[in-house]
T-cell receptor, first 114, second 113 residues
Framework: KAGVTQTPRYLIKTRGQQVTLSCSPISGHRSVSWYQQTPGQGLQFLFEYFSETQRNKGNFPGRFSGRQFSNSRSEMNVSTLELGDSALYLC?????????????FGPGTRLTVL | ELKVEQNPLFLSMQEGKNYTIYCNYSTTSDRLYWYRQDPGKSLESLFVLLSNGAVKQEGRLMASLDTKARLSTLHITAAVHDLSATYFCAVEREDFGNEKLTFGTGTRLTIIP
């Protein structure tokens, strides 16, 4: 079974630009979550989508947005990039059984903002 | 707001020794997860702990959960170099009907030959 895939793997942008990251979940998984990982702040939750609806949202500014498509693939967008947005962005998918919300992570997209 | 704290943050230990990583959290939760992350890589799921008193073991790693103490431990037995990685615990809680994972700070484990 194929794992979670994320594209692109590496990205370099300049301040003020916008970026779109893509995530394809494990087949059959309908929940997709996004996390930002930085050395200073650790792993921080961005948002979660389930059946094309945002179910949860972390404490990030409105510049961070996402969406999910009918095939469960998800994208996240960051507009007006700032230097502090440089991070590893991880996507995780979950089968979302009632008792277990185990998440399986993709390889991540490393975003560098210059 | 749920807070998840791990200690130690950094751990350097010799091969063959035993040690424990602690994960404390601030609000009631019955579900806790442990993940491993190798440098430059993504997170790999290690254990899912679903109830008070749950204990899971895989190789030299054993995880346990005490929901009353709001504490989970990851015990390493007779450490080997391959276990060098960063270990995260993550606590799940229900937030307005939706489950949400909050990750700990991570423990960077280095096994010295």
């Amino acid at each position: 079974k194929a794992g979670v895939t994320q594209t692109p793997r590496y990205l370099i942008k300049t301040r003020g630009q916008q970026v779109t990251l893509s995530c394809s979940p494990i087949s059959g998984h309908r929940s997709v979550s996004w996390y930002q990982q930085t050395p200073g702040q650790g792993l921080q939750f961005l948002f979660e989508y389930f059946s094309e609806t945002q179910r949860n949202k972390g404490n990030f500014p409105g510049r961070f947005s996402g969406r999910q498509f009918s095939n469960s693939r998800s994208e996240m967008n960051v507009s007006t990039l700032e230097l502090g947005d440089s991070a590893l962005y991880l996507c995780a998918s979950s089968l979302y059984k009632r008792e277990v919300h185990e998440q399986f992570f993709g390889p991540g997209t490393r975003l560098t903002v210059l | 707001e749920l807070k998840v704290e791990q200690n130690p943050l950094f751990l350097s230990m010799q091969e063959g020794k035993n040690y424990t990583i602690y994960c404390n959290y601030s609000t009631t939760s019955d579900r806790l997860y442990w993940y491993r992350q190798d440098p430059g890589k993504s997170l790999e799921s290690l254990f899912v702990l679903l109830s008070n008193g749950a204990v899971k073991q895989e190789g030299r790693l054993m995880a346990s959960l005490d929901t009353k103490a709001r504490l989970s431990t990851l015990h390493i037995t007779a450490a080997v170099h391959d276990l060098s990685a960063t270990y995260f615990c993550a606590v799940e809680r229900e937030d307005f009907g939706n489950e949400k994972l909050t990750f700990g700070t991570g423990t960077r484990l280095t096994i010295i030959p």
